[in-house]
């Protein structure tokens, strides 16, 4: 510490302040990591493509690709939200793993109340799944049933 000497004793200290704010931010992005894990059906043991996956209470969020796997930056105890359509929430808090396998349960009924919303602004509830026969050359063109 021969070169403080030199220093005056306010550059010491501004000096000391600088170094201490460095490592403390070094230690909170450490607390952080990568988390890389894969999404399956629980049934079938499929990967799930187009999964949610957020961190609760943050905006830090991504999907899986269509090999089911994701990446993304997460502390210790802080929770995963993975949810899609047609399958139940589930929930995870994290520990210290950097690999994670998560399976998804088929939710039943998810899909019953669906409202669509057109450009306009115009909802519609759907009732039922829809069916449109369109043909072409005398024959019957644009016959929708729901």
Do not use: W
């Not at 403080?4 to 201490?20: D, W």
């Amino acid at each position: 510490m021969s070169f403080l000497n030199k220093i005056p004793h306010f550059r010491q200290r501004k000096l000391l302040v600088v170094l201490l704010l460095m490592l403390s931010g070094m230690t909170t992005f450490a607390q952080q990591r990568m988390v890389t894990g894969t999404v399956k059906d629980a049934k079938t043991k499929q990967p799930l493509a187009l999964i949610s996956v957020q961190v609760e209470a943050s905006s830090r969020g991504t999907m899986t690709d269509n090999k089911g796997v994701f990446t993304i930056q997460v502390a210790t105890g802080e929770r995963l939200t993975f949810s899609g359509v047609g399958y139940a929430t589930n929930q995870i808090v994290m520990d210290n793993r950097t690999t994670l396998n998560v399976e998804l349960v088929a939710g039943e009924g998810e899909l019953e109340n669906v409202q669509i919303t057109t450009a306009l602004g115009i909802k519609k509830k759907a009732q039922g799944i829809g069916l449109c026969n369109h043909y072409f050359r005398k024959r019957r063109f644009n016959q929708c049933v729901v």
